[in-house]
């Protein structure tokens, strides 16, 4: 499996590793992995749609929605990241590093993200080249983890909601840091629709994602209420 990772330049995969605190640490150290994680992010969500529609002809765009969503949420990706050692390579600051940072899902999930960025610009930007590497992942999940998880997905369920019930828009979330340190940093999240405030996290969480997870189910259970 990790062959299938493998860098022709071994400075994209350490800035894939590089955390902002480890950067704030040592300023000889150029860049982060944060927009690596931005660019990683789009090219997981591609592919795992795509994976998912020619796995189930069967299903429709709302289960495989679901399922898109529950293939690359915060634990799995972490769960890769394990599998591909990622969390023995990480570059953390002493601080993040004091703090777990190595065994939080969230850093794990970002740091995976980045390494999909980074393995992109590496194979010359042809996501063609990614693709059975990545597939390669998504196969090795078992079938009833992903159907389990997209069964809990609040995102996807607001998502629905508000398209069948107001248009096609899509929820709008506002995520703000809030609280912690630089190593452990907490957010909340609102969730509009339109100009309009449909729910927002009751308390701070230690992600984005999960911050707006939070949202989207205070959204559903104010939905709930209205009906």
């Not at 944060?34 to 997981?44: K, N, Q, S, V």
């Not at 970002?110 to 393995?119: N, R, S, T, Y």
């Not at 010359?124 to 078992?142: G, I, K, Q, Y």
């Not at 957010?187 to 308390?203: E, I, N, T």
Request: glycine fraction near 6%.
């Amino acid at each position: 499996m990790k062959e299938l990772f493998s860098f022709q330049d071994p400075n994209l995969l350490r800035m894939a590793l590089t955390h902002r605190s480890y950067v704030h640490e040592n300023p000889s150290v150029a860049e982060d992995n944060e927009r690596l994680e931005f660019l990683g992010d789009a090219i997981l969500n591609f592919l795992s749609g795509s994976y998912l529609y020619r796995q189930h002809p069967e299903l429709g765009e709302d289960e495989l929605t679901r399922r898109r969503a529950a293939l690359v949420d915060e634990k799995q990706l972490a769960n890769f990241a394990i599998a591909l050692r990622l969390d023995t390579q990480i570059l953390l600051g002493k601080g993040a590093l004091r703090d777990g940072g190595n065994k939080s899902d969230n850093l794990l999930s970002c740091a995976f993200e980045a390494m999909i960025g980074a393995l992109y610009l590496d194979r010359d930007c042809d996501v063609e080249l990614l693709r059975p590497a990545v597939e390669a992942l998504f196969a090795s999940v078992p079938p009833e983890l992903v159907n389990t998880r997209s069964d809990l997905d609040a995102k996807n369920r607001l998502q629905e909601w508000v398209q069948s019930y107001i248009g096609h828009t899509l929820p709008r979330y506002v995520t703000e840091k809030v609280g912690g340190t630089d190593h452990t940093p907490e957010f909340a999240s609102k969730v509009y629709v339109g100009d309009r405030l449909y729910g927002q996290s009751l308390r701070n969480f230690s992600s984005k994602k999960e911050a707006e997870r939070a949202a989207a189910l205070d959204a559903l259970e104010q939905i709930e209420r209205m009906l």
